[in-house]
């Protein structure tokens, strides 16, 4: 995929992984759409990196809806990147939740992601290609107290790239699933840290999942986009446990083959 030729639409954009991939991206030559909703930060980050803002919350559907036209709209030319990166943790006990965490831990972790590929993937084709990149987590892999709600919702956001990349066999986009350990500095890495359990969790698991750097992360989301690599895995000494849990994925789509992944 030339990032250089490439409109990229990161969710997420306003701090953390996401402010660092979409100035990575920019830096390769992307025009970059930033979205989350903090409105001040977005501005400031595409003011540097000469970028386009929508200001949304994708928890609210009827922000989602038509947003990835809209910022085709804006910036000009479609969009053929979309980087799903924005994600909330709600680290804590499940009880202790209230419906509506519930709903938005979903919405932006589940549900945006899948409805941004549904409006993205028409003008990929269109344009001839396109790169969708799910930033997932290990905790959709291993179980970690306080994140039973998170981890369901990284699962299933590894499964939906799975499942995306069936549907869209043959075709000239890939989809790129990002699967890491803590990442360092983010809000997240200290909201998931206040809560006892889990610290202890990853306390146990140094060893094994050795922080991330936000930095290195970004620059290896950007390669894998510029490759069409399917998986981004951190840190890589933890790369058997997704390997795992990705077998019996692997086997089904080796079962299925020369089986038509879509109608027409
Ligand atoms: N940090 C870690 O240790 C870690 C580990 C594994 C995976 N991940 C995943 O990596 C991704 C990035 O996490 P991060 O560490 O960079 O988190 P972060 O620093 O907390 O940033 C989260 C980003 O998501 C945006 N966001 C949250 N709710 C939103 C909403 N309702 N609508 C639009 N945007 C929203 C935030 O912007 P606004 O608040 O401005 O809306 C912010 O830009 C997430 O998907 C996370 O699950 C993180």
């Given at each position: 995929m030339r990032i250089d030729q490439a409109h990229a639409l990161v969710t997420g954009a306003s701090r953390g992984l996401g402010a660092r991939v979409a100035r990575r991206l920019a830096d390769e030559g992307a025009v970059v759409t930033l979205v989350a909703r903090s409105a001040d930060?977005?501005?400031?980050?595409?003011?540097e990196?000469?970028?386009h803002v929508l200001v949304a919350d994708l928890a609210d559907p009827a922000a989602r809806d038509g947003l990835v036209a809209r910022?085709?709209?804006?910036?000009?030319p479609?969009?053929?990147?979309?980087v799903n990166n924005a994600g909330i943790?709600?680290?804590g006990h499940l009880p202790d939740m209230t419906p509506d965490d519930l709903q938005r831990l979903i919405a932006v972790n589940v549900t945006a992601p899948a409805e941004l590929a549904r409006q993205a993937i028409p003008g990929m084709l269109g344009a001839g290609g396109g790169s969708i990149v799910n930033v997932s987590s290990l905790a959709g892999v291993g179980v970690f107290p306080g994140l039973a709600a998170y981890s369901a919702t990284k699962a299933a956001l590894t499964h939906l790239s799975a499942g995306l990349r069936a549907d869209l066999r043959e075709l000239p986009i890939a989809v790129t699933t990002v699967e890491t350990g803590l990442i360092v500095p983010t809000d997240m890495a200290?909201?998931?840290n206040s809560y006892p359990p889990t610290r202890a969790s990853f306390h146990r698991f140094r060893h094994l999942l050795p922080d991330t750097d936000a930095d290195d992360l970004a620059d290896a989301i950007a390669k894998a986009v510029a490759g069409g690599r399917r998986h981004v895995r951190r840190p890589v000494r933890a790369q058997g446990f997704s390997r795992l849990v990705e077998m019996p994925r692997r086997i089904t789509e080796w079962m299925l083959a020369g089986v038509p992944p879509r109608v027409g």
């Open positions: 930060q977005l501005r400031a980050l595409a003011d990196i000469d970028g910022a085709a709209a804006q910036a000009g479609p969009v053929t990147i979309l943790d709600m680290a200290e909201s998931v």
